[in-house]
């Protein structure tokens, strides 16, 4: 039973210790717990001592997860969402609270509202969060558990803490007003400092008219204007301003994959998985 013990010792330090290994910084876990900084740094000073391990490597401005630290947090974070969902199950509904979901613009647009939609009919006790954000962000959101599930249209490499799932082909083509011709002028997404990565076939010459944040930025400059831009079919058709444009079938544009993230489950999520499902549904539709 000393296992008991244990943690019922170190129960009441488990957020504490999970507000400091996500941010790395005490004052910001100490901003986020509504506490002060030091007796933060003396909880984690508690639980290292308890447990006879280093949690962090410490450096003069920054705490650093090491391993035993890892290994910790991924089991404190599985805890408290296998809690949190069997609360669910005690009060007679488990399709209550928030589910969160992170995609950049486009995927938001075209998938991740319109699939929330369609849960929020469903599971009207539920609190749908939308984040629009970079990949990299979004995947970071979702392992530090502040979002639930994360689409993307790139593969990714495998994730000890990460279930990934490829949901399918995402067609793209090129759109513009009628009578657009080479040489092309074309809106991209992006910025100027980046690299452009949109599938234009490198044989077609072709200059750059404008950057914008998003594809339905770019259908409306589009609209407005004679350039062209490489969108993402759905998110075409999904735009108000496509009866003005037409797809350009001449130019070929090479399909994503469609790539859906949420942890790996050690219980059942139930949030997550209507979550997944309504997502899904969309998709066949």
């Not at 876990?29 to 933060?40: F, G, K, Q, W």
């Not at 006879?52 to 920054?62: P, S």
């Not at 970071?140 to 949901?167: C, F, I, M, N, Y």
Request: glycine share 6%.
């Amino acid at each position: 039973m000393r296992f008991i013990h244990r943690l019922r010792t170190i129960w009441s330090w488990l957020p504490a210790f999970r507000a400091v290994a996500e941010t790395g910084h005490l004052p910001s876990a100490a901003n986020e717990l509504h506490v002060v900084a030091s007796s933060l740094s003396r909880t984690v000073k508690q639980l290292e001592d308890e447990l006879g391990v280093l949690l962090f490597d410490r450096t003069t401005k920054t705490l650093v997860l090491n391993e035993s630290g890892k290994t910790l947090l991924l089991a404190v974070r599985e805890a408290m969402r296998i809690v949190d969902d069997a609360l669910g199950v005690a009060i007679g509904d488990e399709l209550t609270g928030r589910v969160g979901i992170a995609a950049s613009p486009d995927l938001a647009f075209a998938i991740a509202l319109p699939a929330g939609a369609d849960l929020a009919v469903r599971a009207p006790a539920l609190t749908l969060s939308v984040t629009v954000a970079s990949s990299e962000s979004a995947i970071e959101q979702l392992v530090r558990g502040s979002t639930d599930a994360v689409l993307l249209s790139h593969r990714v490499a495998s994730h000890e803490d990460l279930q990934v799932v490829e949901l399918g082909s995402w067609g793209r083509s090129v759109y513009g007003r009628p009578g657009a011709s080479s040489p092309y002028r074309c809106v991209v997404v992006g910025e100027p400092s980046s690299q452009v990565d949109d599938g234009w076939p490198q044989s077609l010459e072709r200059s750059i008219a404008g950057w914008v944040p998003d594809e339905r930025s770019a259908l409306e400059l589009c609209a407005r204007t004679d350039a062209v831009t490489v969108a993402f079919d759905q998110v075409a058709l999904a735009n108000r301003t496509v009866s003005e444009l037409v797809r350009l079938s001449e130019i070929e544009i090479a399909p994503r994959p469609l790539v859906l993230l949420h942890r790996r489950a050690l219980g059942r999520h139930r949030r997550t998985e209507a979550l997944v499902d309504a997502i899904r549904a969309k998709l066949a539709t």
